[in-house]
């Protein structure tokens, strides 16, 4: 028997339907791309939606058809997102910090018929325009007065959206119609597809918008710092208008000073964003002597939240900070290190052991932590292995791929990331899978050593990867980029990691350097940095420091890894490992490669 409650389908055009209707006077502020501030609402917002619709209608886009926006967090963008959806067609957001060759690939691979580029973005469209072959008309976001001379074949925002009414009926279709298209980043292989539905995307709005995630309200006033460009600005774009809560659409300055700047006149409560955004802000406030006035929370996620990060909000500007985890197949919110009663109980620097974990699933997220033979492992903060999902808003197949099965029998989803889970559980990430730095056949976590090297005073940012090792296979290099005017040296930064964690884990190199790259979504690019030190050759460093003259007492008995002959010796069954190591390199391989499986992408 079936329920007899109204069919309501959940498609996101529904959302902006209810901020109109409900929030409908409320703000939606914009730095603009062509430099001023721009005041409108979410009424508005709605009916220059319903005009991109009939705009884009009046192109021959049907539903189904792929319209792709490669833009910055602006009123414009949103109004792009829910003109396209509305009508059942579907939004590629495309990522502008992806190389040029990615970009073309993607475009073609979705087959995408129309774009919306922000000015910024035009020459790199117009250079490439050859490589694309489905591209059928390029709108550029912005009015008449902007438009460049020397694209007369694009087409002008403000000028298609004059020329169409606002009566335009969206909805109506199967709320598993497809609403978005976000393509990972293709760190490591080509980008996959990650195709949203109107439900997937709504059931995300809901699931984002409880207290323990974003719990954004109608009081709040949020800043989205996370691009709508990637991963949905984790759902930010639909749970403000859904909540009803001011939006400040940040434009394409994202440093310390212009974050900063909107904070305070805007009045923000609430903001998103990676820890590079962060520490932008935090250094600026530092050097200025400024204050967060209004501002209460900030979720921050994409990768590990440094501990410094946390402490510096709470103690110096009364900000809570929500560690999170996802990825753009999780839609993208997977956890959140919000406190359960147990932790809220315990004192502040207990409860800052949980803070800096990645957090647990809210209702819709299922995880499930397994071994290489795929025994589930058990939840004790200790046991580390992969990470799987599941959910309505998690990826089922990729986009074009669907020879690819990517779930196991129980319908999980392997994230490639390796963690453990606590007894409260808590997830805490100890790596992506393909960054372990594995040596001597045991892990390293490379997050864990970055994140306390960077909390070096004379640290802006570090990274940890491997580098390859006759004997162990992999050994730990830390990079350090200094705050500016600083001056260090190696052993400062070890002596700093000393104590801290396993004498084996420690990096058997400090290399300096000017940058830190990062990658397409602002994660540090360990793919490319392990390139570059392929071949690097260590420097002795101070004695007494060096992992390769390690302190034999202060290992521990079963301390794997690059402490061989006291570790083998202390233990039987590391022994066998570790002579294994040393006879067979390749042998080695294949049994790392075994009891670690292939790695996502
Ligand atoms: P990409 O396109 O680079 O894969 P994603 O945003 O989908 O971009 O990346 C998701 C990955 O980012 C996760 O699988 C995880 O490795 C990493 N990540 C996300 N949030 C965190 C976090 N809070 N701590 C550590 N790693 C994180």
Redesign the pocket.
């Known amino acids: 028997m079936l329920g007899l409650m109204q069919d309501w389908p959940l498609t996101v055009d529904r959302i902006i339907d209810h901020a109109r209707s409900w929030h409908g006077g409320i703000e939606v502020v914009s730095r603009s791309v062509e430099g001023p501030m721009v005041r409108t609402t979410y009424r508005e917002i709605h009916g220059r939606a319903k005009q991109l619709s009939n705009a884009l209608l009046s192109l021959g886009v049907l539903p189904g058809d792929r319209v792709a926006t490669l833009a910055w967090n602006t009123g414009r963008h949103l109004e792009a997102w829910y003109g396209i959806m509305g009508i059942g067609a579907i939004c590629h957001t495309l990522n502008p910090r992806l190389h040029a060759d990615q970009l073309c690939y993607i475009i073609n691979h979705a087959r995408d018929k129309v774009i919306f580029t922000d000015l910024t973005f035009l020459p790199i469209l117009m250079e490439h325009r050859a490589k694309l072959d489905c591209v059928e008309h390029l709108v550029v976001m912005t009015d008449e007065a902007h438009m460049p001379a020397d694209y007369p074949a694009a087409l002008c925002f403000e000028t298609l959206l004059a020329q169409h009414g606002a009566d335009c009926a969206w909805g109506g279709f199967d709320e598993n119609t497809a609403a978005g298209l976000c393509y ?4 490591t292989g080509d980008p996959k597809g990650v195709l949203y539905s109107h439900r997937s995307n709504f059931l995300h709005t809901l699931g984002t918008m409880g207290a323990d995630v974003l719990g954004i309200s109608a009081r709040d006033v949020v800043l989205p710092v996370v691009p709508m460009f ?2 949905n600005a984790w759902g930010v774009a639909f749970s403000a208008p859904a909540a009803g809560a001011k939006l400040v659409m940040p434009g394409q300055h994202l440093d310390g000073a212009s974050v900063h700047e909107l904070i305070e006149t805007e009045g923000v409560t609430f903001s998103a964003a990676v820890p590079t955004v962060w520490r932008m802000l935090l250094q600026h406030l530092r050097e200025t002597g400024g204050q967060l006035s209004t501002l209460t929370r900030v979720v921050i ?5 440094p501990e410094d990060m946390v402490r510096a909000f709470r103690d110096d500007y009364g900000v809570t900070v929500t ?7 999780t839609s ?1 919110m997977g956890t959140q290190s919000s406190p359960n009663r147990a932790v809220a109980a315990m004192d502040a620097e207990e409860q800052l052991r949980y803070r800096l974990k ?1 957090g647990r699933p809210p209702l819709m997220i299922d995880l499930k932590l397994v071994d290489d033979q795929e025994h589930v492992l058990p939840h004790d903060g200790q046991a580390t292995g992969r990470l799987k999902v599941s959910g309505p808003f998690v990826v089922r197949e990729y986009f074009r791929e669907a020879e690819r099965a990517i779930l196991d029998a129980d319908g999980f989803f392997d ?3 390796v963690a453990s889970i606590d007894d409260q559980g808590y997830i805490q ?1 100890t790596d ?1 899978a393909k960054d372990v730095i594995k040596s001597g056949g045991e892990w390293i976590s490379s ?1 864990e050593i970055e994140n306390l090297a960077a909390a070096h005073p004379k640290a802006a940012m570090t990274a940890v990867v491997a580098i390859p090792h006759a004997k162990w296979d992999e050994r730990p290099l830390l990079l350090v980029q200094l705050k500016p005017d600083e001056r260090a040296d190696r052993s400062e930064f070890l002596q700093f990691l000393d104590g801290k964690i396993a004498r084996w884990w420690m990096p058997d190199d400090v290399v300096f350097v000017d940058h830190i790259p990062l ?1 397409a ?1 602002g ?1 540090i690019d360990k793919k490319l940095i392990r390139e570059q030190f392929k071949n690097h050759v260590v420097q002795p460093i101070a004695a007494g420091l060096s992992p390769e003259q390690p302190n034999a007492e202060e290992a521990p008995a079963d301390a794997p890894g690059p402490f061989p002959a006291e570790a083998a010796e202390a233990s039987p069954a590391r022994a066998s490992t570790l002579t294994m190591v040393a006879l067979s390199g390749a042998l080695m391989g294949a049994y790392l490669w075994r009891s670690f499986g292939p790695v996502r992408r």
């Not at 990972?184 to 760190?187: H, K, L, R, V």
């Open positions: 990972t980043s293709g760190t990637h991963a996620g994409g990768s590990a939240v560690h999170a985890w996802g990825m753009t197949e993208p990645q994230t490639g990331d990430i992506r997050i990658g979504t994660k």
